[in-house]
Structure formats: C-alpha cells, structure tokens
C-alpha cells in the first residue's frame, strides 16, 4: 500500500539499530584491562631477580582497578575476561616467581658457609673510611658467600686472582672503587675463571689483613682465599 503524504515513513534498518533498540549500548574495552594484559606478558621476568617481582605485582594491581573499573561502570566498560586472565596469569607467575627465587638462594649457600654483603664490610659512620667494623672482623677466618663483580682488568681469560667489588657503577665506568667495597679473591682452581661483567657468587675463607700495592689501585683490606665460583 502507498504512502500517504501525511503517513510515518518506514524506519531504514541499519547495523546497531537492533542493538540500541534492545539497550545495548557500545561499550569501550577498559584500558586498565589492556595495560593488565600487557604487564601479564612481561611477568616472567621475575624469574631473574626479586627485584623484577615489580612486573607482575604491577599486573595484578592493573588487573583489580580494571575488575572494579568495569564493576562500577557496566554500561560503559568491558574486558572481563581479559582482566580476570591478566590477573591470574600475573598471580601464577608472582607465586612460581618468588617460590624459585627463595629455593636458588637457599641453594646457592654452601654448607658450612656464612653469608657475608658489603654493607657488613663498611666503617661505622664517623670512622675513618678504611677502618674495619666489628661485623667484618667477627667473620675473619669464617667460611663466606659473598656476591659481587669482578674489577676489569688487563686480563680476561684465566683469572686466578683478582678484585671483587660493590657494584658495576664503580667497577664497569672508569670509577675507583672504595677500598671498604674491594675483595681479593684468590681461586682455588689453578685454571681460574674468564672475566663477566654479570653478577658472579664466590665462596671461600674470609680475611681481614691489609694490603696495598700500586696495581690495585689503592689496596684491599679484605680477602677471600682458597676460593671458587658458585
């Protein structure tokens, strides 16, 4: 039948009409649940230091605020699934990640070994800077670990003997490295180690005995003898 001039002209369909029709409004995907997403692909990285436990800690935090977010705003907001995926993946990978950590460094302790760190080996405040603390001297001729990085040197392959210091940013960048945070190491194993500026754990006897000679720049008071790498 025709249409009249006066009559209400037909409705054209278009995509979307069904759905706004039925209440079904767009709703936007939730960038915290993308962001959670994307820190969950990352998480793994814990797997290589307590320090990286950051990641998926991160994640899960994302994770939560996009659940909540979508919660509070149902109309607006999706991404459920994606959210609550992020979380469990980042949850899993936080729990393995420490879990593996705490066995490695249960593990990487000798027996009869006593952990020994560098803050252990620095003066008292208001002491002179190459003055031996208590807790160093309580550990002379102790059984040690001590984690640390190998001072570059002219030699790179065979090191018998060397420094083991503090940190890269002395060691690594043409910096002189205190003499509270230099250890010389000597090996047990007359092949010796190749140099690596990665972080390298050595075990041995712990000595509090003085020493300066112009080619180690400026002396050591610290020493790990009959030593080897974990």
Known sequence: MGTGLFDSPSRTSHPGATARDNGEAYRALSGAAIAAAAVALVSPLVFFGWWFAAVPAIGIA??????????TRPLDLTGTPLATGALAVSAIVLVGGLVSLAREYAAELPEGFERLSYAMLQPAEGDPPTSVP???RALDGHNVLL???????KEQHGLVQFLLVRDQGDCCFGGNPKITDRVLVQLAEPRGIDFTPRLTKVAGRFRVQPMGTADLAGGVLYHLDNAFVR
């Open 134 to 136: 208590d807790a160093a």
């Open 147 to 153: 984690k640390g990085y190998i001072y570059p040197g």
């Open 62 to 71: 994302l994770a939560l605020v996009a659940l909540r977010d979508i919660a």
